[in-house]
């Protein structure tokens, strides 16, 4: 019989209580309307430097114009996870052209980014193990290195001498395992590519690189930062998202077919989840073709990102290191970011504030993001509105 006095939630209540007091309680927003560069929310519209539809993709007609087609063709749901009945034809083609886009052997549908940086480090390392993790790494990355049960080694940001450092100490491991993000979420800064593909080789460690705000960003044929700074061939495991740049949903992993062989059999995500409709495949696939044909798309967004950090850093805002569509405006307290993010939103400006525990203590910051949609007038109207509010 269940006791009247026995509440064994009741912990819940008082920790949202304390979450609330200190201003971290997060709510859920609902957007009305497509993920654009505007953005309606309670009725109102925004200019939206808040979304990681980078290329402008999310409501492109073709991508819905695909997913309408295989849907109407072929139903919504998969059914099945892809090593029993899952894996349609679509999703077989879309693998192809990953890898063909990356420029590797094989590739690997995973059903987000999330679960490929988890799912592929706990099946590259173990207990026995060691994992070489930057600090500022993605959430995904870090949980991927606790799932593995591998000894984890966190390095300070991009500290190439420190990981140097550890690495040399890491002889008595079986396996050696490097994880860093391409381009880093919340500062927006790229990882030193040709000196951890240096290390690596040095070190006989393997070298994974998230791209997940990369891939259809960077490089000459948007494989990420790796093609942008040459060492695409350098790098062994690299894993992307399908829904960011190219407005999908999914993630990747690219490289050798051994690679690709073994997560299939050994990846728990890959394994036990189910696979995503076949009419998410075609649409990436559409996002592909994309991405190949309109390489303005991208050169456009990082020459526009490379103005509005130069006109920042001109009113004495600090954008860090900031080499990418995503660019900080670093203020220090969680109160000033809030303030300025309001201030912003009462000219008609959406710029989400970050504050820890997502971004350091001290370092708490706005974070804008550029997108496909975003003008020459949107960009001004924020510089001007910062201008004001400083
Ligand atoms: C968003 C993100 C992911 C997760 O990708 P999803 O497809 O959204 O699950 C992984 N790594 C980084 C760096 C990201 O920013």
New binding site residues.
Partial sequence: MKQANHHPLAWIDCELAVLEEQGLRRRLLAREGPQAARLVIDGRELVHFGS?DYLGLAADRRLADAVIEVTRREGWGSGASPLLSGFARDHQRLQQRLAEFEGTEAALLFS??????AGTIAALVGPGDVVFTDRT?????LDGCRLSRADVRVYPHCDSQRLDRLLAKSGKYRRRLITT?????MDGDLAPLPELVELAERHDAMLMV?E??ATGVFGRRGRGVAEHLGVEDRVDIR?G????ALGC???FVAGSQPLIDWLLSHSRPYVFSTAGPAAAAAAAVVALDIVRDEPQRREGLLARAGQLCDALSEQGWNTANSASQIIPVIVGEPQRATELSAGLRDRGLFVPAIRPPTVPEGEARLRISLTGGHTDEMTAALLTALRELR
């Fill in positions: 990681n987000s980014g999330f679960a490929a940086n790494n993605h959430a995904s990355l993000d391409g381009v880093f979420s998230d997940a705000h894993v998202t399908l829904s960011k949903i999914g993630g």
